[in-house]
């Protein structure tokens, strides 16, 4: 690599275990030319150090080319695919069942940057203007599905656009933790949606033990907050800097994907500051 390094490149290891699971080239018409693995790694840049896409290190492939990859493989869902395999492999890894059947959905309010974009709103609780992003993880903490909206929008109104997914891809879900803001009929619409398919999910809401003063972890709430931490050690999610929230929720997956292959090779430079 005739470059700088950085410390988001991607490592043989880590290189071995995504590039299976990329698009395929073309197999008629122009070629191909760009490397892919340079293309992951200004992507990961970017989500590591949070920046403009025009201000990309000029070592990497020219920014347009860099983020035409990121937004197509947003549209074609590609962030999600490898995230959902990745997540097989870590739960593997793990010496758990490749799917869950306890997830956690939990919501979080985030300030847009200067030139704003689609979708915002202001969340009065919390005193937010921009939008919200909702994540459903397991156990582990790893992010299963994610769902960006305006930030005006309630909880209990956005879950199903995650949950939905979630649940239809993941078929040994059978519970989900939430916290009180998705009180109300979640669980009777998820399983009106899946009765045709003899599904049924039990939508728990988390309360704090009685007779606790002040702040209080809820049971197994802090496994999504941790994921929340992780998240956040990546710059580029501090705020929503996309136009477009499907662009912000291909980062989430993004800084996911980066954390997973961490993980799985035994690549603890930023895998054990946020896991611990």
Not at 253 to 272: A, D, E, G, P, S
Request: aromatic share 10%; net charge positive.
């Amino acid at each position: 690599m005739n470059r700088h390094v950085y410390n988001s490149d991607l490592t043989d290891a880590e290189w071995q275990q995504i590039e299976p699971l990329l698009p395929a080239p073309k197999s008629v018409g122009k070629q191909r030319e760009v490397d892919l693995r340079e293309v992951l790694n200004a992507i990961f840049y970017r989500a590591d150090n949070g920046m403009k896409w025009r201000a990309l290190p000029c070592d990497f492939p020219a920014w347009q080319t860099v983020y035409s990859y990121f937004r197509l493989w947003v549209k074609l869902g590609v962030w999600e695919q490898i995230n959902a395999v990745l997540v097989k492999e870590v739960r593997h890894s793990e010496g758990r069942q490749d799917e869950p059947s306890l997830v956690i959905i939990d919501s979080q309010s985030v300030k847009l940057g200067q030139k704003g974009g689609a979708e915002q709103g202001f969340d009065g609780g919390k005193q937010v203007k921009g939008r919200k992003r909702h994540i459903v993880v397991d156990v582990l903490g790893l992010v299963l599905g994610c769902y960006v909206t305006a930030a005006n929008v309630a909880d209990v109104k956005a879950a199903p656009g995650v949950l939905v997914w979630v649940i239809e891809m993941y078929g040994r879900i059978v519970k989900v933790l939430a916290d009180k803001g998705y009180r109300g009929n979640l669980g009777a619409l998820l399983n009106q949606f899946f009765a045709q398919a003899d599904r049924k999910v039990e939508v728990e809401i988390s309360r704090r033990p009685e007779g606790t003063m002040g702040f209080q972890v809820e049971p197994k709430r802090w496994i999504v907050e941790r994921t929340w931490t992780w998240l956040e050690n990546a710059r580029i999610l501090n705020r929503d800097y996309e136009r477009l929230p499907e662009n912000h929720e291909g980062m989430i997956y993004v800084v996911m994907i980066r954390l997973m292959l961490r993980k799985l090779t035994k690549n603890q430079r930023t895998w054990k500051s946020a896991v611990t």
